[in-house]
T-cell receptor, first 117, second 111 residues
Framework: EAGVAQSPRYKIIEKRQSVAFWCNPI?????LYWYQQILGQGPKLLIQ????????DSQLPKDRFSAERLKGVDSTLKIQPAKLEDSAVYLC???????????????FGPGTRLTVL | GQQVMQIPQYQHVQEGEDFTTYCNSS?????IQWYKQRPGGHPVFLIQ?????EVKKQKRLTFQFGEAKKNSSLHITATQTTDVGTYFC???????????FGPGTRLSVLP
């Protein structure tokens, strides 16, 4: 079974530029998550999708971050414009929630390491 | 909002020694998950605990969920070099909001 795919693996941009990350979850997983992991910290949930609907985006900085999952499969996360403090690894994860489950095992992709200069 | 803390932040052990990391939440948790992240890698799911006082074992790893569902622990017996990595707990509060990861405990195992 293929895992969660993410691209690109690395990205270097200058501040105020825009960047987009792509994620393809495990086939059949309805739930998709985007996390930001700053070096030395735990992952921080940015947004959670259930199919193509947003379940939780309370920690997404909506003035500069946006995410979509139009067809309920793959997803993109965009930052526009980027700031120095956005330098981090952006992780995508997916899970297959059973009926009545709020959370269960999440499968993480390899992440995209973003450096903002 | 909900806060999840872990202690210790770092732990260096000699191979063969035991290791324990503790996770504490500011609010009562609906469930708690544990993940392991190797250096340069991504988090990998280890286990989920749901019931108050629950204890689960995976070979040398023992996971426990506190009676009040506000704390948890992971204990590794006789560490091996393959146990090196950062161990994160993560949980969601009883209101079903704010899925939060702890800051992690980084384990180093000296051969």
């Amino acid at each position: 079974e293929a895992g969660v795919a993410q691209s690109p693996r690395y990205k270097i941009i200058e501040k105020r530029q825009s960047v987009a990350f792509w994620c393809n979850p495990i086939s059949g997983h309805a739930t998709l998550y985007w996390y930001q992991q700053i070096l030395g910290q735990g992952p921080k949930l940015l947004i959670q999708f259930q199919n193509n609907g947003v379940v939780d985006d309370s920690q997404l900085p909506k003035d500069r971050f946006s995410a979509e999952r139009l067809k309920g499969v793959d997803s993109t996360l965009k930052i526009q414009p980027a700031k120095l403090e956005d330098s981090a690894v952006y992780l995508c994860a997916s899970s297959n929630l059973g009926e009545g489950e709020a959370y269960n095992e999440q499968f993480f992709g390899p992440g995209t390491r973003l450096t903002v200069l | 909002g909900q806060q999840v803390m872990q202690i210790p932040q770092y732990q260096h052990v000699q191979e063969g020694e035991d290791f324990t990391t503790y996770c504490n939440s500011s609010t009562t948790l609906s469930n708690i998950q544990w993940y392991k992240q190797r250096p340069g890698g991504h988090p990998v799911f280890l286990i989920q605990l749901v019931k108050s006082g629950e204890v689960k074992k995976q070979k040398r790893l023992t996971f426990q969920f506190g009676e009040a569902k506000k704390n948890s622990s992971l204990h590794i017996t006789a560490t091996q070099t393959t146990d090196v990595g950062t161990y994160f707990c993560a949980g969601i509060d009883n209101y079903g909001q704010n899925f939060v990861f702890g800051p992690g405990t980084r384990l180093s195992v000296l051969p």
